[in-house]
């Protein structure tokens, strides 16, 4: 695996970071804090933000932004994490497929759209420095880490529909084999051309292709085969 395609994969395991901007009260200081966060079909961080919050005010000055996300738990110097420097931008969301998406993954987001002066807002990434471990630093490129062009996020809902009406047990399956969790219920909330995710009686829970899928035949092929190890392990 190219350390572009390492650096995504480890985005996508991780739902929140540290987003900062470029202060504007307090001009040229970098502004952070702790934020959820879904990546689009162009593997970007998507961020819900209010109007009213410091970050908007900071990116309509100045578009630069930062996310870092890293490992919980134990030592976070010894640990995995990455920053992903970019300019951040208003999502342009026709047709709602993003906000769906971004609820999926966040449904008690939904009373924040209500309220009407909440927004999507995407970093367009320019470089990314991943560290996967003591030594193994790397700065990579923005496309390096770019996902290959794919046709599934046109596929996204129809899929997730399908595996939660008729594949659902395989989907419970894949968690026993693949986490080691024996849950009750299991739902696919997003799918991906590296693999998808699954809310696990309320845990998200990442499962990995081995290799990229860029169309539904594709991802189907590897759905069945996570699907078929899952059962023959049981």
């Keep these: 695996m190219s350390a572009g395609a390492e650096a995504r994969q480890y985005l996508r395991h991780h739902r929140s970071g540290v ?3 470029i202060s504007k009260k307090l001009a040229g200081y970098p ?9 689009d079909d162009a593997a970007r961080p998507v961020v819900l933000v209010s109007r009213l919050a410091e970050h908007t005010k900071n990116i309509e000055a100045d578009p630069r932004a930062s996310l870092i996300v ?3 738990g134990g030592d976070v110097q010894a640990g995995a994490r990455l920053t992903l420097l970019g300019e951040a931008a208003r999502a342009h969301d026709e047709g709602g497929a993003l906000r769906a998406r971004y609820l999926r993954y966040f449904p008690d987001a939904g009373r924040l759209f209500e309220l009407g002066d909440f927004s ?3 970093i367009e990434p320019r470089l990314l420095r991943f560290i996967g471990g003591f030594g193994d630093i790397k ?3 923005a496309e ?4 290959p062009a794919s046709r599934l996020a046109a596929r996204e809902e129809d899929i997730l529909a399908h595996m939660n009406a008729d594949h659902a047990h395989d989907l419970l399956d894949c968690c026993r084999h693949w986490h080691g969790r024996t849950v009750r219920e299991a739902r696919m909330i997003g799918i991906d051309c590296d693999g998808f995710d699954v809310r696990a009686d309320g845990e998200v829970l990442r499962f990995d292709f081995e290799q990229p899928a860029t169309d539904a035949a594709q991802a189907r092929e590897a759905l069945v085969t996570l699907a ?4 023959s392990s049981a």
Excluded: H
């Design 144 to 147: 390096a880490c770019a996902p």
């Design 139 to 141: 700065w990579i490129g």
């Design 19 to 21: 987003l900062s901007t």
């Design 120 to 122: 999507l807002f995407y």
């Design 70 to 72: 890293a490992d919980a």
């Design 228 to 231: 078929r190890t899952a059962r």
């Design 31 to 39: 502004f952070g804090s702790v934020t959820p966060f879904v990546l």
